[in-house]
């Protein structure tokens, strides 16, 4: 979180210096490039081959909760055509692939009898990246609990740290042989925040009394998945996937300062420092030491794992200021979109430099072994003109959050990959399809993909094309 702004990593321009020319062999010969996806988001075929319903089915079931009350039965229906999308991941130049697993196609009653036909698609999709020599990154968990579950409560009931141990075991051991990389869960401040809280989310559960017993139970589920891989996988490598924004006070004032620091606490700090063995930031969210109230003996020490790289996805930075008007937080958001800066089509800001200061902040936290973008990427209106797409605001956005990657690795942050957000134009959650973040553009109509102008960059980035 900032107080100050450090001036010396702005040019003249006011922009991010990053001394040197943006090539792939800048980031050196290890740096891991991919692209990220999310089952749910792609996958359709929601009812095919044993499959049951997660709370995503049934949240996009009720009218009026998902933009233009879309639905993600068929998505990109990428069950069915993973192969060529996986060639069109080749094609761009990826070399590793993040996707995640479907619970309730792996088990359908979200914990007992293992669908083998959910079992056999994630093996012919793993299959198929080895041969295209791409490596797989498994997400266990990306926001589609079963809907069985949820029935028990989902993330408000303890036992859920049970069902996912064993779901984890049961993905360990069915594709432990291939996978060598493992994303425990997924940005689970969204699933508290969006899912619980505000309800925004699946399954749309609105109320503050949930917070604290969901970011609890996600907390020591995010422990003990890792625990499960690495005891049955002893070889992987382990990681956890959270969402983070740099933080800055709307002015100096001690109360927006100190809201800036609530902010940081939830916004960066909430998941990763009671694994870190921290504790909760109740130093700077007092309101968290209610969590208390969730936690039994040995806790401390089970929310504890030593992952060996933490996944951090950044689209934007966020100004905030103490607000009277917002119980238990205290603070509100002033939208970019009234502070005269650029944004995407969510009115998300564009600012690389806090994609650079975040990496910084959590390059400070000792027990941080390694660091990964797991997701960075941009929504905008794209339009398919003849059989192209220009999006010249999308490849600016990439060029200039990868020179703050670059220049964070410069200065000395052990990062060691880049995933962009995202392959396809996919369902956005509470957005439907109106947001479009894909380098691949989707019609979703005709299912007819086509590569994006962004895409082309890439690929030609990639494969150290003169561009
Ligand atoms: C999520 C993705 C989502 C992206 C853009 C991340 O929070 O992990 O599933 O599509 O942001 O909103």
Not at 40 to 64: L, M, N, P, S
Not at 99 to 118: D, E, T
Not at 434 to 441: E, K, M, P, T
Request: charged share 25%; glycine share 8%; hydrophobic share 40%.
């Amino acid at each position: 979180m900032a107080t100050t702004i450090d001036h010396q990593i702005r040019n003249s321009e006011n922009k991010l210096d990053y001394n040197g020319p943006l090539t792939r062999d800048a980031f050196g010969s290890d740096f891991k490039w991919g692209v990220a996806t999310a089952a749910y988001q792609i996958e359709g075929a929601v009812h095919e081959d044993g499959r049951t319903d997660c709370v995503w089915d049934v949240f996009a079931r009720k009218k009026g909760r998902i933009r233009n009350n879309d639905d993600a039965r068929h998505a990109c229906d990428f069950y069915h055509r993973y192969e060529q999308d996986l060639d069109l991941v080749k094609e761009l130049g990826f070399e590793q692939f993040r996707f995640s697993l479907s619970w309730s196609r792996i088990l359908p009653g979200g914990y007992g009898k293992v669908n083998q036909a959910g079992i056999d698609f994630y093996n012919k999709l793993i299959d198929k990246c080895i041969v295209l020599g791409i490596e797989p990154w498994i997400t266990l968990y990306h926001w589609d609990l079963p809907q069985a579950l949820e029935k028990s409560g989902g993330w408000k009931n303890r036992r859920i740290v049970e069902w996912f141990a064993e779901y984890a075991a049961v993905c360990a051991h069915a594709f432990g042989d291939r996978v060598k990389h493992w994303i425990v869960l997924n940005e689970p401040m969204a699933v508290a925040g969006l899912g619980y809280t505000t309800g925004e989310h699946a399954p749309g559960n609105k109320g503050i009394h949930n917070f604290l017993p969901v970011v609890h139970h996600l907390a020591l589920s995010q422990a003990e998945g890792g625990r499960v891989l690495r005891k049955i996988l002893p070889e992987a490598r382990i990681g956890n996937a959270i969402s983070c924004s740099y933080v800055y006070p709307n002015s100096q004032s001690a109360a927006d300062v100190r809201a800036a620091r609530r902010a940081d606490a939830l916004m960066n700090r909430l998941f990763i420092e009671p694994a870190l063995g921290l504790g909760y930031p109740k130093d700077a969210f007092p309101f968290l030491a209610n969590i208390k109230r969730f936690m039994r003996e040995g806790d401390r020490e089970r929310l504890k794992f030593d992952f060996d790289f933490w996944g951090l996805q950044n689209y934007f930075s966020v100004v905030v200021q103490h607000s009277y008007l917002a119980p238990v937080m205290w603070l509100k958001e002033v939208p970019a979109t009234l502070r005269n800066v650029p944004t995407t089509s969510l009115g998300w800001e564009i600012n690389p430099i806090g994609m650079y200061e975040i990496l910084k902040q959590f390059q400070r936290y000792k027990g941080v072994r390694e660091l990964v973008i797991s997701e960075n990427g941009a929504a905008f209106k794209d339009i398919l003109k003849g059989e192209k797409v220009e999006d010249p605001r999308r490849q600016a956005y990439y060029q200039d959050y990868l020179a703050a990657v670059l220049r964070a690795r410069n200065d000395g942050v052990n990062i060691t990959g880049y995933f962009a957000w995202t392959l396809l134009d996919n369902f956005e959650w509470a957005h439907g399809y109106s947001a479009r973040f894909g380098l691949v553009f989707v019609d979703f109509k005709t299912q007819e993909r086509t590569v994006k102008a962004s895409g082309r960059w890439f690929a030609g980035f990639l494969k150290k094309e003169e561009m």
